[in-house]
């Protein structure tokens, strides 16, 4: 567990959850985890414009809150392969709900010119 994310229990169970999964390109990580496992280059196209400094931070991140899992395996060359942990997983309702609030929203906007 991050240090960030001990922090956050001592508030309430709402920073905390907003400590684990808040940030920029984690929740888009997961959402494309919510399918299928991928390989580090498969996840940075489908995540969008992201450097991989960033990509490669926020999955360490998801890492250590023990919501994605890295598997390694040994070959010439390397393959890594992310998926998510049963946590992980946990949070199939949360992003499918967020993901039609955010889509209710748009169609609610005036157009724009």
């Known amino acids: 567990m991050r240090d ?3 922090a956050a229990i001592a508030v309430c169970s709402v920073e905390t959850t907003v400590s684990i999964i808040g ?3 984690k929740l888009t990580i997961i959402q ?3 399918d299928h496992t991928l ?3 498969e996840l940075r196209r ?3 414009e992201v450097t991989d400094r960033v990509l490669t931070r926020q999955l360490r991140e998801l890492e250590e809150d023990g919501l994605v899992h890295r598997e390694v ?3 010439v060359p390397p393959r890594v392969e992310y998926s998510l942990t049963p946590m992980g997983e946990s949070l199939r ?3 499918q709900a967020m993901d039609a609030w955010g889509l209710a929203w748009v169609a609610e906007q005036p157009v724009r010119a």
């Open 4 to 6: 960030k994310t001990a």
């Open 23 to 25: 940030g920029c390109w």
């Open 32 to 34: 494309e985890l919510l």
């Open 39 to 41: 390989r580090y280059g």
């Open 46 to 48: 489908a995540v969008g």
């Open 73 to 75: 395996y040994a070959e």
């Open 93 to 95: 309702s949360l992003v």
